[in-house]
């Protein structure tokens, strides 16, 4: 069995609501900040079965809005556009509801051609 849970905070400054509080459609981002926490099990790629080492992983992280990807800090933006191109943009459309473990299983496992014991031996983490 699988179980996870995840925490959203979304928070708008109040000179933010005022802005937006007018006739019309506003322009541009909202100005946001978000914070998100999620507690899971041990990711796949570790190879750790979940009846032989008790625990669990806990993320954090934070983001806010920007008004365009310009504004995104030039160190990221170079990184950004030299190795993740992808991530230059949004995508046009909603994708597949995926997550790490059924890309793991797609992408590693082969959709079940191989086993997840077996992948962890192939990758010396038997």
């Not at 008004?67 to 160190?75: A, C, D, L, V």
Request: net charge positive.
């Amino acid at each position: 069995m699988y179980a996870a849970q995840e925490m959203f905070d979304f928070s708008v400054d109040g000179r933010e609501v005022v802005a937006r509080t007018g006739s019309g459609v506003p322009t541009g981002a909202m100005k946001t900040k978000i914070s998100w926490a999620r507690t899971s099990p041990w990711a796949p790629f570790m190879c750790l079965a979940e009846t032989d080492v008790r625990g669990q992983l806990t993320y954090h992280a934070r983001s806010w809005s920007l008004g365009s990807y310009g504004q995104i800090e030039p160190w990221l933006r170079a990184e950004v556009e030299a190795n993740h191109p992808l991530y230059k943009a949004a995508p046009s459309a909603p994708g597949p509801s995926e997550n790490s473990w059924t890309s793991f299983h797609t992408k590693q496992l082969g959709r079940g051609a191989t086993t997840w014991a077996g992948w962890c031996a192939a990758n010396g983490r038997a």
